[in-house]
């Protein structure tokens, strides 16, 4: 196999090659072409903390809002990381398709923007960085490739806006990337820490409120002006959080705790450890109680 191609599914769209910037691709789209919104006729469209970000803006909605409205959750590994992917019709159209187009287009996710090409964000064997392909989708719906126009990746994602995306999503990506390349020898993250990566990577404004807190400014040494800049800009946040997904998911110290910090979190719930370890374990002489009084019972 060519070091420029890759395995896919039987029935994957996906052309099994890996692109570079200047690859030139065959495609256009136009209100004029046959099979105008078909695309989003059939939508499949997963969501990066970008993404939302621009669409609950659009819409004049909080985050929580957003997610509850018009999106579904998945699961984007086998333990559990969450992801999101836009809501459709039960015949499976974008909620934000119109028949003249898409509704929020100037704001409209990566996925969307990149179609019919895509990210391939990969990291070889013992790199600390990410190599950044491009790969193409050809769907039978799809007319554009039949268009009569040729473009390099790189002007394409010029053209479709889609660089900001891409850079601002970049160290999402990066944790999406490891936690799937290490994930058995870190171990499966745990409840609390699978609550903080959705509420950090998709309902921001939610995030916000955490940050917020007494508790969360207790523990970690953040400045005022800091407080500031998240209470005002999304992007600032949704950055931060990715800083404080990497520490609790991976153990990398970027965020400065507060001197005892973590002692006294530790302290303060020893009382409630102890009563949890309590209450299993009168469970769990219930159960063995009941086992022995059945089997005597036989």
């Not at 004049?60 to 992801?83: C, M, Q, R, W």
């Not at 002692?263 to 303060?268: A, F, M, P, S, V």
Request: with cysteine; proline share 4%; charged share 35%.
């Amino acid at each position: 196999m060519s070091e420029n191609t890759f395995e896919l599914p039987n029935s994957s769209p996906v052309e099994p090659t890996r692109l570079e910037l200047e690859d030139k691709i065959k495609f256009q789209c136009h209100k004029g072409i046959s099979c105008w919104n078909e695309c989003c006729s059939r939508a499949d469209v997963s969501l990066a903390p970008y993404d939302i970000i621009r669409m609950k803006t659009h819409l004049n909605i909080d985050s929580s809002e957003f997610l509850k409205t018009y999106t579904v959750p998945f699961e984007i590994d086998a333990h559990g990381i969450p992801g999101i992917k836009l809501r459709t019709t039960d015949d499976g159209a974008c909620l934000f398709m119109k028949k003249e187009g898409c509704s929020i287009y100037e704001d409209r996710p990566t996925a969307c923007r990149y179609y019919p090409s895509g990210l391939l964000s990969m990291r070889a064997l013992g790199a600390s960085e990410d190599e950044r392909h491009f790969l193409m989708i050809k769907e039978p719906h799809c007319k554009g490739h039949e268009e009569d126009r040729e473009i390099t990746i790189a002007d394409y994602r010029k053209e479709q806006v889609v660089e900001e995306f891409d850079e601002l999503n970049r160290d999402w990506y990066r944790i999406i990337l490891k936690k799937k390349s290490t994930g058995p020898t870190i171990g499966a993250p745990s409840d609390m820490s699978l609550q903080l990566f959705f509420m950090a990577s998709y309902d921001i404004d939610r995030f916000r409120r955490f940050v917020s807190s007494d508790s969360f400014k207790n523990m970690y040494d953040i400045s005022s002006e800091e407080l500031t800049s998240f209470k005002n800009n999304d992007t600032e946040l949704m950055q931060f959080g990715f800083k404080l997904m990497k520490q609790v998911l991976f153990g990398e110290l970027s965020i400065k705790e507060r001197e005892g910090a973590y002692d006294k979190r530790t302290e303060e719930r020893k009382d409630v450890l102890a009563y949890r370890k309590a209450v299993e374990l009168d469970e769990y002489n219930r159960k063995q109680e009941e086992a022995r009084k059945a089997a005597l019972d036989d």
